[in-house]
């Protein structure tokens, strides 16, 4: 049986919350596309690669809520 968006939302959030974690994965993988080992490598280059950076200070951090803040202002202008 088929029920409405709502109906399902409500059940989900009554879930535990690694139930709920379960839940929202298997839903985004159903609709991501597939990915292939050479977009995974090349994600983790680009990973270790920007972790280096950081780490020896080459890139500077922009607090959290500094970042929101500038999309709250994009957003809503």
Known sequence: MI???E???H?????PPD???I????ILESVEPDQSEEID???EVEIRKRIKQSDGGE??????EQVFSE???RLLS
């Open 7 to 9: 109906d399902l939302a």
């Open 11 to 15: 059940g989900a959030i009554q879930l």
């Open 23 to 26: 839940l929202a994965q298997r």
């Open 71 to 73: 999309i709250d202002r």
């Open 41 to 43: 490598e090349a994600w």
């Open 19 to 21: 139930q709920r974690f």
């Open 59 to 64: 890139t500077k951090g922009i607090p959290a």
């Open 3 to 5: 029920q409405s968006v």
